[in-house]
């Protein structure tokens, strides 16, 4: 049995600036035989670029006189400031694991939230939920207003920053990786047919495997329950994508889960400088 972790908003949304500034070795250029090059490799372990928090940093001055030492051929000492030195240093975006990267995204783009006709976009997916509602990857926005037919929404994300950020903060929150469903893991906190709705909005593009994960969303449901995916065929966080969304695939992905799918384009939410078209897939169970 997993036990879930529930989150609660800590954060307020404001803007952070989680940049850094990067700077290079200074040995790149030279031959592999030179010994200063030989010695910058064993002391940082091949690494080449180093990003720490600002110029003004402790860590940004160490990095020149850890040159330095270099350049005078120390080891010793070398080694002492690139110790110091990595206490100082953050990651480079492109080390960072996805996870990392969404929280940065949390926090450095608080106010992405739907694009254009956000209010549209909630309107027409709150008219297709009922019920006990589980919105899955929900990162800091929603799609589910309050509405009559609604009794409870439940949200769960991989990244707490987002859950943190999550705009319903009186709505049960989860901690939950989806892309640990394909090597085995169950949302077993939940009960078979617990949810009479399941909505996954700009969230499938990130699953390693779409067909474990639906087929988890199938037990989820209540017979007659529906899963709703909602999406533009364009969009995607560049390095973070699988794969970019296509109705057809997705659609089929939930006949295999046992669902039966229906593909619908909305062109009404779409503005005329947006690439791509917005589909809406409900799957029946
Ligand atoms: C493009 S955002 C969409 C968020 C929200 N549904 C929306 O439309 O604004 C994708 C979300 O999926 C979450 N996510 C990515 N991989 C995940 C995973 N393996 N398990 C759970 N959530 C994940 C990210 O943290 C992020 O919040």
């Given at each position: 049995?997993?036990r879930?972790?529930?989150v609660r908003?800590t954060?307020?949304?404001?803007?952070?600036?989680n940049?850094?500034?990067?700077?290079?070795s200074?040995?790149l250029?030279e031959?592999?035989?030179?010994?200063?090059?030989?010695?910058?490799?064993?002391?940082?372990?091949?690494?080449?670029?180093?990003?720490?928090?600002?110029?003004?940093?402790?860590?940004?001055?160490?990095?020149?006189?850890?040159?330095q030492?270099i350049?005078?051929?120390d080891?010793k000492?070398?080694r002492?400031?690139?110790?110091r030195m990595?206490?100082?240093?953050?990651?480079?975006?492109?080390?960072?694991?996805?996870?990392?990267?969404?929280?940065?995204?949390?926090?450095q783009?608080?106010?992405?939230?739907?694009?254009?006709?956000?209010?549209?976009?909630?309107?027409?997916?709150t008219?297709h939920?009922?019920?006990?509602?589980?919105?899955?990857?929900?990162?800091?926005n929603?799609?589910?207003n309050d509405s009559?037919?609604?009794?409870?929404v439940?949200a769960?994300?991989?990244?707490?920053a987002?859950?943190?950020?999550?705009p319903r903060?009186?709505?049960?929150?989860?901690?939950?990786?989806?892309?640990?469903?394909?090597k085995g893991?169950?949302?077993?906190?939940?009960?078979d047919?617990?949810?009479?709705?399941?909505?996954?909005?700009?969230?499938?593009?990130?699953?390693?495997?779409?067909?474990p994960?639906?087929?988890?969303?199938?037990?989820?449901l209540?017979?007659?329950?529906?899963?709703i995916?909602?999406?533009?065929?364009?969009?995607?966080?560049?390095?973070?994508?699988?794969?970019?969304?296509?109705?057809?695939?997705?659609?089929?992905?939930?006949t295999?889960?046992?669902f039966r799918?229906?593909?619908?384009?909305?062109?009404?939410?779409?503005?005329?400088?947006?690439?791509?078209?917005?589909?809406?897939?409900?799957g029946?169970?």
């Amino acid at each position: 049995m997993v036990r879930p972790v529930y989150v609660r908003r800590t954060v307020e949304r404001k803007r952070v600036y989680n940049g850094g500034i990067s700077i290079g070795s200074p040995f790149l250029l030279e031959e592999d035989t030179d010994p200063k090059k030989i010695l910058w490799k064993e002391i940082t372990k091949g690494k080449s670029e180093f990003t720490f928090p600002s110029m003004r940093s402790e860590g940004y001055r160490l990095f020149f006189e850890l040159g330095q030492a270099i350049q005078n051929g120390d080891a010793k000492l070398s080694r002492r400031i690139y110790q110091r030195m990595q206490q100082f240093m953050i990651k480079n975006y492109n080390e960072k694991t996805d996870r990392e990267k969404w929280k940065s995204t949390a926090e450095q783009l608080p106010t992405d939230i739907g694009g254009y006709n956000k209010r549209e976009k909630t309107k027409l997916i709150t008219s297709h939920a009922r019920g006990r509602v589980l919105e899955a990857m929900c990162g800091f926005n929603t799609y589910f207003n309050d509405s009559p037919e609604i009794e409870e929404v439940v949200a769960f994300d991989y990244s707490r920053a987002m859950l943190e950020r999550y705009p319903r903060p009186e709505r049960t929150r989860i901690l939950f990786d989806v892309n640990k469903i394909p090597k085995g893991k169950r949302m077993d906190f939940f009960e078979d047919g617990h949810f009479n709705t399941i909505g996954c909005f700009w969230g499938t593009n990130y699953m390693d495997e779409m067909v474990p994960v639906f087929k988890e969303f199938w037990r989820l449901l209540s017979k007659g329950g529906n899963f709703i995916v909602f999406e533009n065929t364009y969009s995607g966080y560049g390095d973070l994508v699988r794969r970019y969304f296509n109705p057809d695939e997705v659609a089929a992905i939930m006949t295999v889960a046992g669902f039966r799918p229906e593909v619908e384009r909305v062109d009404s939410v779409k503005e005329e400088v947006e690439m791509g078209d917005y589909y809406l897939v409900e799957g029946k169970k």
